[in-house]
Every structure is written in C-alpha cells, then in structure tokens.
C-alpha cells in the first residue's frame, strides 16, 4: 500500500534512504522538477514542501525510494505479492510498482497533477473536513443539507467512522457545525489549499487528462486497485480515464481495502512516509497485519 498527500513531513527522507538505488531516484527527480526534490524533503521549509504542487511528488519518489530501501533489505520484498494499492496520490506509486508506468513518466504525470490542483486551488479556494463518528449516508445527507448554492462533496470514504467531504469553504464550515450537532465526535479541517476529489477539479482534470494521454502506460503485471470503483484494472485507456475521474470523485479506500479482504489478503505492506494507511486498517480490520518500510 502507497500512502497519498498528507503523509508528507520535513526530514522524512531520514538517513536510511541513503541506499544508492534511491538516491538515484531523487536525482532523476530533480532534473525533471528543476529543482532539488531530496533537500526539499529534508529541509523543508514546510510550508514549500506542503504546497501541493511540490508535496505530490515528494511523496511519489520519497515511496519509491523507500521501495529500494526494502528491496536491499535482508528480507527483501514479499516475493508473493498479489495485488497493490495507493491511496489517492498513491495509486500513482502503485502503478509503477506494477509495471504499469515508467519512473520519470509517473514523476512529470505528478508534477502535472499537483500543479494542476494547485492553480485549482488559487483560483477557486476550498476546504476539506473529515468527519469522524458517522456513517457516509448520514454525511451524504448533511452535505445536501448544507451546501447551498455551494459546491460540497463527499471526498474520501477512508474507513468505517472517517469520511472526509471537501467543497466551497463556506459550506465545509456549515457542514461541519451540522455534523457536530448530529453527532459526530469530531470534525477536523484538513490543511489542504483546494476542494480536491469534487467537481471544482474539473480544470485540473482537463489538463491531467492531457498529460494521461502522452503517457506511456502499459498492463501491469500486479493488480492495482482504483481508487474509483475498488476494482483492479488492466487496461491502459481504463486506467487513463480512471485516474482522471479521480481526481474529481470519491476515493473509496475503505471499499478498496474490503475488496482486498473479501480475495483473501491478510498481509500488507504500507511503503511510504507516515502510517496512515496501518492507522486506516487497523478500523476496518484489526486481524490484518500490517508492516511499514518506516518502522
């Protein structure tokens, strides 16, 4: 599993990821960014290193380098891996995993992507909100009751009792106010600068659109899971347009993930910064066991 934005943190490169494979990486990155990928994610400032534009593909190579980190373990990586997954962001790093997309193709989609997001973001400013403590039907309801003439969009269903909604700013702050007087245990407004996963992406779309098309993308040869509809897909024109519709739709981790359980999988990998996603299974189901590059 490859965690999405959000896990991003300064210094999360730390002194392990000196492994030459992942160096490598990082310096690849950079000539295609222009600019110094791996002292970003060491240094910081924060504040550059959150701005989606930048925070996108940090996280994208800063995974992948953790992958080269784990294949120089002694352990290596699980020789029997079924199928992988990412969540938002991360279905990126899971695609070139799979063999699906190549390393510098995958850094200039992200690149395209966060950027896209960013001037979203600038020229329509929005909000995100998770809602922990109630079910996606009741949050569903509320947003219909709260947005108005706004835009306001379930986003992210993550796991039972953490719904995450993003729309207009205004309407994020009445739904949130409705949400905590229908019961739920707390509403977090997530440091996010635009209404991502909702209809006002739809500019970033049609420029990520673009970028999907110039792409090289093959069948992968390990099943990745949407982030649309919880399935796994191997068609390069399904996987396109899947991760356009992406960008202005729900993610569906929770659904994806019960996907995973309903197959049989019982083992999972979270490699990446943070522990998001052990933190997101350990909701669903506490019998799997989970393991982290970053432990």
Not at 125 to 136: F, H, K
Not at 215 to 226: C, G, L, T
Not at 233 to 248: K, M, N, W, Y
Request: proline share 5%; hydrophobic share 50%; aromatic share 4%.
């Amino acid at each position: 599993m490859f965690p999405g934005q959000g896990s991003q943190s300064v210094g999360m490169l730390g002194p392990w990821c000196d492994v030459p494979a992942a160096v490598d990486l990082f310096d690849r990155a950079s000539v295609i960014l222009g600019y110094d990928l791996a002292e970003v994610c060491r240094s910081g400032p924060a504040a550059r290193l959150d701005a989606t534009a930048v925070s996108q593909p940090a996280i994208l190579v800063t995974s992948l380098a953790a992958l080269e980190v784990l294949r120089h373990r002694p352990a290596g990586v699980p020789a029997d891996i079924r199928v992988v997954a990412g969540l938002s962001l991360g279905e990126y790093t899971a695609l070139v995993f799979a063999g699906a997309i190549g390393f510098d193709d995958a850094v200039r989609l992200v690149d395209a992507r966060g950027r896209a997001m960013q001037e979203c973001a600038n020229a329509a400013p929005g909000g995100m909100v998770a809602v922990l403590g109630l079910d996606r039907e009741r949050i569903a309801a509320l947003c219909v009751a709260s947005r108005g003439d706004d835009v306001l969009e379930v986003a992210n269903v993550l796991c039972p009792g953490n719904v995450v909604v993003s729309g207009d700013r205004g309407a994020c702050e009445r739904l949130a106010e409705a949400a905590t007087a229908a019961g739920a245990m707390k509403c977090v407004r997530l440091e996010v600068a635009g209404a991502f996963h909702t209809r006002l992406m739809a500019p970033a779309r049609a420029r990520l659109t673009a970028a999907l098309e110039a792409a090289d993308i093959r069948p992968p040869h390990v099943p990745v899971i949407s982030n649309v509809d919880a399935r796994p897909h191997v068609d390069p024109g399904e996987i396109r347009d899947l991760l356009a519709r992406q960008l202005v739709g729900v993610v569906e981790w929770q659904a994806s993930m019960e996907f995973l359980l309903a197959a049989g999988v019982r083992s999972m990998v979270e490699v990446g910064p943070g522990r998001v996603l052990r933190g997101l299974m350990k909701r669903i189901d506490r019998t799997v066991k989970v393991a982290g590059v970053y432990d």
